[in-house]
Nanobody, 126 residues
Framework: QVQLVESGGGLVQAGGSLRLSCEAS????????MGWFRQAPGKEREFVAA????????NYADSVKGRFTISRDNAKKTVYLQMNSLKHEDTAVYYC???????????????????WGQGARVTVSP
């Protein structure tokens, strides 16, 4: 079992920055690939970014590439999502997820991820 708790959401103006954190507990965190997804009102939950167990490989959705950065600190059992140059369309609930069995971080389907946090709301004002 992996328990995930997100923090760092909030309200920011367009062009601003936020950093989300996701702290994990339970089974060995350092061997698990992690991802971030988001769900805007009335829309499906979509892939945002993923990072492999060591932090050496990352993958991003085209919509956030160049603006968002995913990273992890295995000693702190925490994964981060640094979000810069935020746009109104980035408004969503952001979910941290763990994928113990994933074979590649380029597999972005929700079904690849077994454990989910409760979500952190991010609101970007125009």
């Amino acid at each position: 079992q992996v328990q995930l708790v997100e923090s760092g959401g909030g309200l920011v103006q367009a062009g601003g920055s936020l950093r989300l954190s996701c702290e994990a507990s339970g089974r060995t965190f350092s061997s698990v690939a992690m991802g971030w997804f988001r769900q805007a009102p009335g829309k499906e939950r979509e892939f945002v970014a993923a990072i492999n167990w060591s932090g050496g490989r990352t993958n991003y959705a085209d919509s956030v590439k160049g603006r968002f950065t995913i990273s992890r600190d295995n000693a702190k059992k925490t994964v981060y999502l640094q979000m810069n140059s935020l746009k109104h369309e980035d408004t969503a609930v952001y979910y941290c997820a763990a994928a113990p069995g994933i074979t590649s971080i380029y597999r972005t389907a929700r079904s690849e991820y077994d454990y989910w946090g409760q979500g952190a709301r991010v609101t970007v004002s125009p």
